[in-house]
């Protein structure tokens, strides 16, 4: 049984920073390519990042340099760290699978003025 575990949210002031944690159990992680998504109130769920199991990287180019994806294949977690945040990014964030099969249960990032 998959399960994808995210923590590390919650609120922050404005050019604050967040990491935010992914914790894969169930599946080959190594050989996994994770996704981050997030999803605003009232806005379709979006693509931040995604990163294959030797480390490669890809992040829309609206949140490359504020956000960086990585992983760890021995901890079999997948990391977002945010920096200088927006109260845009207030949302809630999600890991999956690359293939959008599994998801995780979401964790509430909320950044104010």
């Known amino acids: 049984q998959v399960q994808l575990l995210e923590s590390g949210g919650g609120l922050v002031q404005a050019g604050g920073s967040l990491r935010l944690s992914c914790a894969a159990s169930g599946l080959n992680f190594g050989s996994t390519v994770m996704s981050w998504y997030r999803q605003a109130p009232g806005k379709e769920r979006e693509l931040i990042a995604r990163?294959?199991?030797?480390?490669?990287?890809y992040t829309v180019q609206s949140m490359a340099g504020r956000f960086i994806v990585s992983r760890d294949n021995a901890e079999r977690t997948v990391y977002l760290q945010m920096s200088n945040l927006k109260p845009e990014d207030t949302a809630v964030y999600y890991c999956?699978?690359?293939?959008?099969?599994?998801w995780g249960q979401g964790t509430q990032v909320t950044v104010s003025y």
């Open positions: 990163i294959s199991g030797a480390g490669n990287s």
């Open positions: 999956a699978t690359a293939d959008r099969a599994y």
